[in-house]
């Protein structure tokens, strides 16, 4: 049998979910330590959830997790008021909120979307320990270096290796996790009109429980008033998150004890969805473009991928 030279481009939890139903298949990454973007941030100030569902706790339960069932009270606090329920403008204007820079007037904001990230009063989330998770899905063997073009037509791909020498592979099929935004530049021969938008972001970490909180709970924010647009439990304290790059000193105008500010270039991106190739599958919420993928759906694609290819 003729052995396939099958490539994973990435290793954030979506390349190590690829790989784990996708054995066969080589990591290539650039990545000092294995983990992605998870890794990169070493308080893990983003909020990153499992959500509870039968996929993710098969995938923690066959790795020996040990996981709590927890469900996340989600608030809605319109303009000083807890909301029960929202109607459909309310709903956009919260996440117009999220969708523009916290110091932007977001009535300027041209956004019909109406997902919000939850529909519910509610998160139904897997509490674990996801260093833990991403140890145990650590490949044994990868190749460190950063992809530099693919050439999807003639099926090959050149990387950057440790000594910066550029290497050339042939590919059979390719698992993509690199971000969409920074991987299609790199594809020689391909045109698309996809625009991968995206805003920054700011994450607050406080040692203190605000008074608006009642319970240990997750809170959205729709308030002109306020830079931020959430806040929730998070590594022992409270993190709020604010769309656009904020001052340490604006946030401590509004946020008492604050223990740590971190910022992304991208926090918050305008969807494209992504079509997948014959030869190369898009995997992960930013190699989709797409935020409403989860890690159940990327499991459900990971295990598609293998099953096709049986
Ligand atoms: C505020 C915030 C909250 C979030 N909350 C959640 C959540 O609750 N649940 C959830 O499921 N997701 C959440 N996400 C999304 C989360 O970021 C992803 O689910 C997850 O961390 C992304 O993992 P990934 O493997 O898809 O991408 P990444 O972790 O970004 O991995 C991409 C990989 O590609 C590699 N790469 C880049 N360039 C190259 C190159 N040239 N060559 C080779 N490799 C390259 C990188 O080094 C990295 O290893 C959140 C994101 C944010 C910003």
Known sequence: MKIKNNYIFGSGISALIAKYYNPSYVVITPDEEIGGQIKKHKNLLMTFHIHNHPLTKALLDELKIVYKEKRLRIYYVYNDKILESLDNKQRLNFIKNKMSEWNYDNNSVD?????????????????????????????KEYIKGSIKLVNN?????????????????????????????????????????????????TFCLSSNKSSFMEDESMYYFYDSNLPYNRCQPYAGGYVYEATGIVDEKVLSKYIENITAVENRYV???????????????????????????????????????SNIER
């Not at 990230?117 to 897997?126: E, F, P, R």
């Not at 037509?153 to 290497?167: A, G, I, P, S, T």
Request: charged share 25%.
């Open 111 to 139: 956004f019909k979307d109406l997902n919000l990230s939850t529909t519910s009063n509610y998160l139904d989330i897997l509490e674990c320990d996801i260093n833990e998770l991403i140890k145990k899905l650590q490949p």
């Open 153 to 201: 037509n003639r099926k090959f791909f050149v990387y950057q290796d440790e000594n910066k020498k550029l290497v050339t592979k042939n590919y059979d099929k390719i698992i993509n996790t690199i971000p969409a935004n920074l991987f299609f530049p790199m594809l020689y021969n391909y045109k698309n009109n996809y625009h991968f938008n995206y805003l920054p972001a």
């Open 267 to 305: 926090g918050v991106i305008r969807n494209e969805n992504v079509d997948d190739f014959k030869h190369i599958k898009f995997l992960g919420r930013l190699a989709q473009w797409d935020s409403s993928i989860k890690i159940q759906n990327v499991i459900e694609k990971a295990k598609l991928i």
